[in-house]
T-cell receptor, first 112, second 113 residues
Framework: SQQGEEDPQALSIQEGENATMNCSYK?????LQWYRQNSGRGLVHLIL?????REKHSGRLRVTLDTSKKSSSLLITASRAADTASYFC????????????FGAGTILRVKS | DAGVIQSPRHEVTEMGQEVTLRCKPI?????LFWYRQTMMRGLELLIY????????DSGMPEDRFSAKMPNASFSTLKIQPSEPRDSAVYFC???????????FGQGTRLTVV
């Protein structure tokens, strides 16, 4: 399968705690992206990290990429109840014309 | 811009009927994607277009599925005849360049009974 895999499948934390989600993939990539999906809604782009970058920050989000291990992590600091959603990684797969391939997602629940 | 617009938001149809889903991408985006999301299979890319031309339809599950993009501002995904296993949420997305940030519509929740 081309799909990446996220872990954990589900994560439940208290408001104010940090949440870390991981993504592994199998092929060579141009970039890796993270998306959020609230229940019943479309996906929303969060952050993109290129294959030659190792770390990127955006507000409370921190993304790392290790191309040697074909893995990425998304850290959400000081989580809020509004962060409750599903989070997906997507890889721009160089072997398939840079089309976006999505992982299965991590369901994050932040309890207030 | 209003974002990617999909219609209808919900569709309930009987097995064997034809279903047409519609999408208006963001103006200026050269790429349009159709995805299907189910609990079992996650988010699957069905087909994508570049400048209105279908580039990769390897994800289209069967000949019952077809997609068109007659112009830069409109695309359709048609299922004929529909089957209960086609029940899913279908998303349309667009992007300016291949492999860059994709903007998703709100999706069409299809239920085939």
């Amino acid at each position: 399968s081309q799909q990446g895999e996220e872990d954990p499948q589900a994560l439940s934390i208290q408001e104010g705690e940090n949440a870390t989600m991981n993504c592994s993939y199998k092929t060579s990539i141009n970039n890796l992206q993270w998306y959020r999906q609230n229940s019943g809604r479309g996906l929303v782009h969060l952050i993109l990290i290129r294959s030659n970058e190792r770390e990127k920050h955006s507000g409370r989000l921190r993304v790392t990429l290790d191309t040697s291990k074909k893995s990425s992590s998304l850290l959400i600091t000081a989580s809020r109840a509004a962060d409750t959603a599903s989070y997906f990684c997507a890889t721009a797969d160089m072997e398939y014309g840079n089309k976006l391939v999505f992982g299965a997602g991590t369901i994050l629940r932040v309890k207030s | 811009d209003a974002g990617v617009i999909q219609s209808p938001r919900h569709e309930v149809t009987e097995m064997g009927q034809e279903v047409t889903l519609r999408c208006k991408p963001i103006s200026g985006h050269d790429y349009l994607f159709w995805y299907r999301q189910t609990m079992m299979r996650g988010l699957e890319l069905l087909i994508y277009f570049n400048n209105n031309v279908p580039i990769d339809d390897s994800g289209m599950p069967e000949d019952r599925f077809s997609a068109k993009m007659p112009n830069a501002s409109f695309s359709t995904l048609k299922i004929q005849p529909s089957e209960p296993r086609d029940s899913a949420v279908y998303f349309c997305a667009s992007s300016r360049y291949q492999g860059t940030e994709a903007f998703f519509g709100q999706g069409t929740r299809l239920t085939v009974v």
